[in-house]
C-alpha cells in the first residue's frame, strides 16, 4: 500500500475499505491524492470515534492499537488538508461490525485454536480478538467505522 505500481493521474478512483489504517489515514490521503485525476474520487472507511470524549478503557485500547483513530470533525480536516472536497460520509450500521465482522470470525477463531491446541501465541491472538469484540459491544456508541468519500481539487 505504500508502493502502488500507478502513475501520476492515472485513476477516477480509489476504493479502500477497513485498509489505509495499513500506512494511516493522513499518509495515504497525501500519498494517494497523486494517483488520482483531477476530479477523482477516493473512498475511505476509517476507524473514528464519535465523542470527543470517551472512556479510558475504549481510549486507551485505541491508543496501544491504533493511535491515528480520530474524530469524525478532525479526519475530516484531514482530507480537506491533503487537497480533497469531502462530498460525503457516513457511519458505517452497527450490523457491518456485528453479523458482517465479528459472527463470522468465531467459527475462524474455534478452527484456528483446533488446530493449534495448547499454543500460547494461538490463544493469545484469539483472547485479544475476543476482548477486542467485547470493547466493541461495550462502547459502540464512542467509535466505529466512517465511510469518507472525497474529490481531488
Not at 31 to 47: H, M, S, Y
Request: proline residues 6%.
Amino acid at each position: 500500500m505504500d508502493n502502488l505500481p500507478f502513475q501520476d493521474e492515472e485513476l477516477d478512483l480509489i476504493w479502500s475499505e477497513g485498509a489505509i489504517y495499513n500506512i494511516g489515514f493522513e499518509r495515504g490521503m497525501y500519498e494517494w491524492n497523486r494517483f488520482l485525476k483531477k476530479n477523482g474520487f477516493i473512498a475511505v472507511t476509517e476507524a473514528s470515534w464519535f465523542t470527543p470524549e470517551r472512556p479510558a478503557e475504549i481510549e486507551d485500547f485505541w491508543m496501544a492499537n491504533y493511535p491515528e483513530i480520530d474524530t469524525i470533525p478532525n479526519k475530516i480536516a484531514q482530507m480537506e488538508k491533503a487537497g480533497y472536497t469531502l462530498t460525503a460520509h457516513f457511519i458505517l450500521p452497527e450490523n457491518c461490525w456485528t453479523e458482517h465482522f465479528y459472527a463470522p470470525q468465531f467459527p475462524a477463531q474455534e478452527a484456528f485454536l483446533k488446530k493449534y491446541p495448547g499454543n500460547a501465541a494461538a490463544a493469545d491472538l484469539i483472547a485479544g480478538q475476543r476482548y477486542e469484540e467485547s470493547l466493541y459491544y461495550k462502547y459502540k456508541e464512542y467509535y466505529g467505522y466512517v465511510f469518507y468519500i472525497g474529490q481531488k481539487r
